[in-house]
């Protein structure tokens, strides 16, 4: 006897899981596609109540729905929640199997018969719990007992679960698609008119051969049920931990916690299946700058809750700061079998940390974090632009040095010497120049030399005048217009 | 000392570098009084009679010149100084263009420009598709009449002397100097206010003075003023794949490449005075202007002992005899004068070439009916040019020809003869035929230039600002199609599309928008017009091949061409001329023949059908917009469907002329001219159209009658009615008319109604004799759609996609018009559509999609050899792949050899293949197994639409018709009363936003009995934009309107109609 734990929509699930809470009954689909291919992908059961399918263009999507969610697909989320259902399957036997995308199998040979029923409903309540939408099925074969879970999701049966016991008669209402035909097989079976596993069956599996070759002899295979077989045993993981990168940095910690909520839930249904418990937790927070803050948090008790783990994670983040946004974070359960130690009233809740990570975060709070960095010459018109990259690893090979300047060496004035200047009224050339340091008649002008740039966004955008003068009492200097003021920029040698 | 004019410019149409239009650059040039400019666009004349006709209107002189790419990749400007040269720069950029060369370039021209010396051996990623590749050799051969100049930091010398240093730049100095001479070359100095640069100059300076050249100072223009630089920023990104961050040192280091004044250069290059005053010496040696342009018409080769007139006149009287008889004194007197003035004005050899090309046309089995303002000439209509009697019609030859029409600059109006032809291979065959005639390089086509706009343009942008596809994918698919503007600004729309309304980027993003629409793009192919030359063509304008193999275009599009006098021969291709000639063909197969000539005129069932709106699939007059106005105007003659035809067209509706034309005619509002001031001179002119000026040569007329404009000023605003590209012209000739309207003492008002009059017509003007041939092909296809109807409706299937309609609609038409549609069938179908009795047409197999004509053909073959015994008989004679098998099958095309479609499914997917070996023992198969039923009638239609597109059964609605207890049927609502509520459902076989509309939106829903039409207001349209534009089918609730017998539902509620079992069907789209 076999059981099935089938999660339909699965994808679409593991990514509304993984993002902020959403109300079940809201239409929600995944986007499918790149650029112009972009389509609706699976929808759940709300979006097909409002008329939409996979392959529906957005546009014609929105028109039907307006409310629609879409979702873009979150491989880590999947990895996620594949773990979750693995995790809870593992609960109703040891011998697991990842048959496919949201679907283990699970060899219930040496299980209680009488109490199959109601750990498998235990099973499917402990994904609702952890907002996965499971259903059940127990049958003789794998594929029949697949197929059982996947009916009883379409048809909402009590307690998401259905042991088969009468195969043909459950066979002929089940949707021909249930045993996957291809694209192309689908396209012969809809022009013969075949909609059911009953009606497939029913044609004769020379003929079906005949006319889609070994892969519909396969197909009609399929579509009585198939054969029992040896599962391909899912090995649980090793160790109990959790991990995620967050694209944009996390700003304020209690943001972290639905996530983290998330995989705590899996870990104790982890915890659970191998019946162990949590004796502490061991969070490690990676920052946008700086080393990781890491933190071992002891818990009162040990437990197999996923409740008591979560709310020690609040409260240990809901008193710390760090100085950089978090980019990612590990969790990994110290895990154990019975209450192993009293508890520690001495331990302290938080740690300081690490000392690099504050005196960075520090500068970098004091001259902004964009200002922290090693300076690159970037590719422009304007002068001595520069921007700032992350400093070089040890090994790295240094960024190679600009290429060489023509003309006089140049002192620069840093910063620019404010300057009034007086222009010819003829040539349009400076005549006098004025500043703190120094000031003349000018013996002899060159240029100006215009430069402008990044025009497209106004907060980058510059534009700058420069004049070469020589004083007529001495001196050659770089006079620099800019945003309706005059520098002297330097002096040449 | 003569005045500095700037000799080194470049255009929009140096695609991807210059950043302004002709007509911008002469504008600015003016303004900053430069007495002569000179456009020099990369490879190509496009520009010149643009600033030809711009700079006459300024008041300044046009150059003409061109920067050629060498094989080298170097790029040298040529200036033109008298008619040789001209002919040698037309004759050199046509060698270069039409002879295929490697695209060679190997130095990247726009870092080479800003000077970043570490850019310079990278491969050119700017090559142009149709590179112009001159070799040195053929610069020498077509030196005479040019001026070099050694050009800009892409010019040969300097490109030397950045690459190989100053001696390398002297040999390519000596290299020009040895083809050129020391008169016609000159050295060019620039300066773009770059640090660095003056030792560059200061090199080229030492170098001219060396060798005794002259030294010339230009501005190197790439707009017309700074406001140009951020386009021309956006051009290089495009040239060269990259955004704006990414493009670095690519990009302009500033915006100094822009027009300057003679001051502004003095003072920029006051250490060389000598270079400025130069620039205007040599444009005081150019002796050139696009007046002297040497365009010839070709002659027409006659016989020894004989003259072109003189063949004629003896064509045009035996034309003559066939149309009329032995004509009469009136006919005779209109043609001897018609000959008189066509002799005088030397266009005999025009009217023999377009008379010869229908003759031949003909003789090949081509309908072929002239257009135009020919239909005004007898001469036209004898020769068998044109199909309507100008005689019969009181249309006046003038309006076709006339001894005044002559442009502004003295170059002649030519008359102007579009023929319309079938679409399509026979439209081919008389190109072809064109080309030949005047081989090798005496036609071309005219060019037509694409422009930026709408979704393209943001696209471009888009990615240059770095914006992401997503968000372009969103904008685009928010963007409102049709014609009109959309409702919501652009930083609306875009904020819609997901990008915040303060993104830094936005605002460059909108106003770029603006600056690049209208801007070309490139050359593309005018889809008609033929230039034809007396001698080579390629003296008269470069040539060009285009995208189409075979084809050579010139650079000129066809206003360009017909504003300096060269004459255009348009071969358009209409789908109606198809269907017309196969109809005719059709009904002569059946012992009934017909022509265009010999249908019976005025026929009262054909006026009828108008009448009523009954016009589904005829020409011109089917649209939701005529079929609205038909009822109104109750069309009785030809020239009421002439006036019909005219009258739903932009123009006319703009100047809110629809309604007092149909309120005239139906005797509700009293019949004026115009203003009762001038009542004695518009009545005769407006007397047809009930005072309503309703045809272009209307408006014309009573410009010159009233305004006093002599012919030239009249062309000049015919013209400047129809050039579209700038607005400004027409505002200048507007201008003139209110003036010559008020030194005649005409009051304002008709000063402003004839104003009003003007500009609703500008690029919507639409000539009386237009109108009237365009009404005999609607005539036409009405009486064949009323008599003939099964031959007409099969030719119609034959040549989709064309019209309103899509095969569906005309399909459930003809059915209600009481006709047989005949499902498709391997044992009776042919490839094309046939009538098979009087009212029965037989689907053609050309609709099953996915078969091969070759297949379907070899399928006709081998039926007539012997029928097909059974479905495997058939299938082992013919060699069809399996998705044909699939789809004849699906649709059941083999119903007729005994098997139901799902049978015949079943049997063709066994191996049925020719080397399949138990085919050839004969092995058939069993019986089809009890699993597979015969379709349901629901499932069957879904199989047509699915392999058809079309049912030659009940409308898909009337099977679902108990499901919409509520709904009104299309044929029910002229019970409803004005005013009531109803509902209207079905799939959408039309959306139309006209621009004339004000926003509104026009929907046609088909069900089983005829179309149901809804007007939407634009609020609701923008509230409901997505369901309009995306859902195939929709359910409208709003109120009924009936006016004059046309009947409208005033959308209030707008849903999706949502049943499985109904198909999609292809609706005409904002077209």
Known sequence: ?493 | MAAYCELHSRSAFSFLRGASTPEALVAEAARRNLPALAVLDRDNLCAAPRVYGAAREAGLRARVGAEVTLADGSVLPLLVANRTGYRNLCRLISEAKLTPRPADVTVEPAAAATGAPDQEDSVNPGAPKRPCLATWEELARHAEGLVALTGDAEGPVRRAWRRDGPVAAAATLTRLEAIYGQDHLHVELQRERRRGEDRELAGLRDLATARGLPILATGGVDYATPEGRPVADVFTCLRHHTTLDAAGRRLAPNAERRLRDGAAMAARFADLPGAVEAAGRLEARLDFTLRDLGYRFPDFPVAPGETMPGLLRIRTYAGARERYGEPGPRVRAQLDRELALIERLGFCGYFLIVWDLCRHARAEGILVQGRGSAANSAVCYVLGITAVDPIRHGLLFERFLSEGRVGHDGHPSWPDIDLDLPSGEPRERLIRKVYADHAPRGAAMTANFITYRGRGAMRELGKVLGFGEDLLDRFSALQSPGDFPDPLELRQRLALAGLPPDHPRGAALASLLGQLRGLPRHLGQHSGGMVVCGGRLDEVVPLEPATMPGRVIVQWDKTSCEDLGIVKIDLLGLGMMAVLQETFARCAERGDPIALHTLPPDDAPTYAAMQRADTIGVFQIESRAQMATLPRLRPACLYDVAMQVAIVRPGPIVGQLTHPLIRRRNGLEPVTYLDPSVDDIARPILARTLGVILFQEQMLELAMRLAGLAGGEAEELRRAMGFTQDPARLRRALGRLGEALRAQGRNEAVARRLGEAALSFAAYGFPESHALSFALLAYASTWLKVHRPAQFTASLLNHQPMGFYGPATLVQDARRHGLRILPVCVAFSRWECTAEAANAVRIGLRHVRGLREEAARALERERERAPFASLADCLRRIPLHANERRALAATGAFHALGSHRRAALWQVEAAWSADEPLLRDGEEEPDTPDALRPMTPGERLAADFAGLGLTGGAHPLARLRERLPDVWRAADLPLGRDGETVRIAGPVICRQRPGTAKGFLFLSLEDETGIANAVVHPDLFAARRLVITQEPALRITGRLEQRAGVIHVRAEQIEPLTLPELPAQTAHSFR
């Open chain 1, 1 to 493: 006897m076999f059981a099935v734990l089938h999660v339909e929509a699965f994808a679409l699930q593991a990514a509304l899981r993984a993002g902020p809470p959403v109300a079940g009954t809201r239409p929600a689909s995944l986007i499918t596609g790149l650029g112009r291919q972009t389509a609706l992908g699976e929808c759940n059961r709300a979006a097909r109540a409002a008329g939409l399918s996979a392959g529906m263009s957005f546009a014609q999507a929105l028109a039907r729905c307006p409310t629609l969610l879409l979702r873009p697909p979150d491989p880590a989320g999947e990895a996620e929640a594949r773990a979750v259902l693995l995790a809870a399957a593992l609960t109703l036997s040891p011998a697991v199997e990842d048959t496919a995308t949201g679907c283990c199998t699970i060899d219930l040979r040496g299980t209680d018969p009488a109490g199959r029923r109601g750990a498998a409903e235990a099973a499917v309540r402990a994904l609702a719990a952890t907002d996965l939408e499971a259903n059940a099925g127990a049958a003789r074969t794998p594929r029949l007992a697949a197929y059982a879970a996947r009916w009883a999701g379409q048809n909402a049966l009590p307690g998401g679960f259905l042991a088969v016991e009468e195969e043909a008669a459950l066979l002929a209402k089940l949707p021909v698609d249930y045993a996957e035909p291809t694209p192309a097989q689908a396209a012969r079976l809809a022009g013969w008119g075949i909609h059911t596993l009953g009606e497939l069956t029913a044609l004769t599996a020379a003929g079906l051969t005949r006319r889609l070759g070994r892969e519909g002899r396969e197909l009609w295979d399929r579509a009585r049920g198939g054969e029992p077989r040896p599962l391909r045993r899912h090995e649980p993981p090793v160790g109990f931990h959790a991990t995620a990168d967050h694209e944009a940095g996390v700003e304020t910690l209690p943001a972290l916690l639905p996530p983290l909520e998330r995989h705590v839930e899996r870990l104790a249904l982890e915890l659970q299946a191998a019946g162990l418990a949590a004796g502490g937790l061991e969070l490690e927070l990676r920052l946008e700058d700086g080393p990781a803050h890491r933190a071992h948090l002891r818990l009162p008790a040990p437990t197999a809750s996923a409740a008591p783990l979560q709310r020690a994670l609040e409260t240990h983040l809901t008193g710390l700061r760090t100085a950089a946004p978090v980019r990612g974070w590990s969790l990994r359960v110290e895990a154990v079998r019975a209450p192993v130690r009293q508890q520690d009233f001495l331990s302290g809740g938080l740690r300081d940390p690490h000392a690099f990570t504050e005196t960075l975060a520090q500068v970098a709070a004091l001259v902004g974090a964009e200002r922290v960095g090693t300076p690159v010459p970037t590719d422009t018109h304007r002068p001595d632009a520069a921007a700032l990259s992350p400093p070089p690893g040890l090994l790295e090979e240094a960024p190679a040095a600009p290429g060489g300047v023509i003309g006089l060496p140049l002192r620069r004035f840093r910063p620019p010497l404010p300057a009034r200047l007086t222009f010819a009224p003829t040539s349009g050339r400076p005549a006098h120049v004025w500043t703190e340091r120094f000031s003349g008649p000018v013996a002899e002008a060159r240029g100006p030399w215009c430069a402008s740039g990044d025009w497209w966004e106004p907060a980058r955008a510059w534009a700058r005048v420069e004049w070469d003068v020589a004083l007529a009492g001495g001196g050659l200097y770089r006079l620099l217009g800019e945003r309706e003021a005059w520098f002297v920029e330097g002096e040449y040698d």
